[in-house]
């Protein structure tokens, strides 16, 4: 579903999915960041990814994403964050889709 319209701040989060090409999207954003001038953030690399969180995690979550400045993009492998229960501005969610066959196979090979 496009929730595009709903938002109610100019930036992308991207909210990664485990092996479906997100390396290559983040990458793609790093260079069109340099080139256009505008921030990319993503988050450190865990051994662990959380992609589910606890509200209290997910709160801190929402407010370091909203302290980037408005046209940013943030990406992180983590499930929808709820800006709008800690009274922060929506943002545009953006994200990749995989066949779950082929998805599976780069899970096993990856």
């Known amino acids: 579903q496009n929730i595009t319209g709903k938002a109610e701040r100019l930036s992308l989060f991207f909210n990664r999915v485990p092996k479906v090409g997100s390396?290559?999207?983040n990458?793609?954003?790093e260079n069109l960041a340099t080139k256009n001038n505008f921030k990319f953030a993503k988050d450190k690399v865990n051994n662990v990814e959380q992609i589910v969180m606890s509200?209290?995690?997910e709160r801190v979550l929402a407010m370091d994403i909203s302290k980037?400045?408005?046209g940013s993009v943030?990406?992180?492998h983590v499930a929808m964050v709820d800006f709008s229960r800690y009274n922060l501005?929506?943002?545009i969610y953006?994200?990749?889709v995989r066949?779950?066959?082929d998805r599976l196979v780069s899970w096993f090979y990856y």
Do not use: G, V
């Open 89 to 91: 501005p929506t943002q």
């Open 74 to 76: 943030y990406s992180k």
């Open 55 to 57: 509200r209290d995690k």
């Open 99 to 101: 066949h779950p066959t």
């Open 94 to 96: 953006i994200n990749m």
């Open 68 to 70: 980037h400045p408005a």
């Open 27 to 29: 990458k793609l954003l």
């Open 23 to 25: 390396q290559s999207i």
